[in-house]
T-cell receptor, first 114, second 113 residues
Framework: DTEVTQTPKHLVMGMTNKKSLKCEQH?????MYWYKQKAKKPPELMFV???????INESVPSRFSPECPNSSLLNLHLHALQPEDSALYLC?????????????FGQGTRLTVV | KNQVEQSPQSLIILEGKNCTLQ??????????LRWYKQDTGRGPVSLTI?????NTKSNGRYTATLDADTKQSSLHITASQLSDSASYIC????????????FGRGTSLIVHP
């Protein structure tokens, strides 16, 4: 199994809503990532978890709150988002931060904030 | 500052033709370089990963080269197919420190019948 599964595939939410994005992998990877990608731009790193601990937070606003309940799951909790937060949110995983191994991406969640 | 520059920005070719995409980087110290294919609205899919000691790596019709001295990489696509139409992203990771990879802006490839 070399899949990273993201749910939901599409999400439309209002600026006062609270929602969560979910990511799951069963490859035994110990590093998991959240990226944000706007149209025609490369993915931008948001958060990195290594061994279930938050390792990197790229100065992401507090309306985005990551959570790593266990080594297979990564959530991104959303609250009070702005329309400019609309984007494709990608989850990725790799064996570890320091390894020269591939990072596998999920198919993304297309988020629209109205 | 770590940077990854890709060229061309976009490319249009006829089905069956070959093409080569370029990636220049300033990431240091270097750990690995990856090429990804990303279809519109989908997650990136890994094509190759290369470390310092590797010069060439193939994956089907995709062949990546790496010159760690000049900090250049290329991705050669042979006998292009309509399904090759996508964005091709070069990603370079450093060693030590935070290991945060740097993404290129991608080359948008369109294959016409």
């Amino acid at each position: 199994d070399t899949e990273v599964t993201q749910t939901p595939k599409h999400l439309v939410m209002g600026m006062t809503n609270k929602k969560s994005l979910k990511c799951e992998q069963h490859m035994g990877h110990r590093a998991m990532y959240w990226y944000k990608q706007k149209a025609k731009k490369p993915p931008e790193l948001m958060f990195v978890y290594s061994y279930e601990k938050l390792s990197i937070n790229e100065s992401v606003p507090s309306r985005f709150s990551p959570e790593c309940p266990n080594s297979s799951l990564l959530n991104l909790h959303l609250h009070a988002l702005q329309p400019e937060d609309s984007a494709l949110y990608l989850c990725a995983s790799s064996q570890g931060l320091e390894r020269n191994t591939e990072a596998f991406f999920g198919q993304g969640t297309r988020l629209t904030v109205v | 500052k770590n940077q990854v520059e890709q060229s061309p920005q976009s490319l249009i070719i006829l089905e069956g033709k070959n093409c080569t995409l370029q990636c220049n980087y300033t990431v240091s110290p270097f750990s690995n370089l990856r090429w990804y294919k990303q279809d519109t609205g989908r997650g990136p899919v890994s094509l190759t990963i290369m470390t310092f000691s590797e010069n060439t790596k193939s994956n089907g019709r995709y062949t990546a080269t790496l010159d760690a001295d000049t900090k250049q990489s290329s991705l050669h696509i042979t006998a292009s197919q309509l399904s090759d139409s996508a964005s091709y992203i070069c990603v370079v990771s450093p060693t030590g420190g935070s290991y945060i990879p740097t993404f290129g802006r991608g080359t948008s490839l369109i294959v016409h019948p």
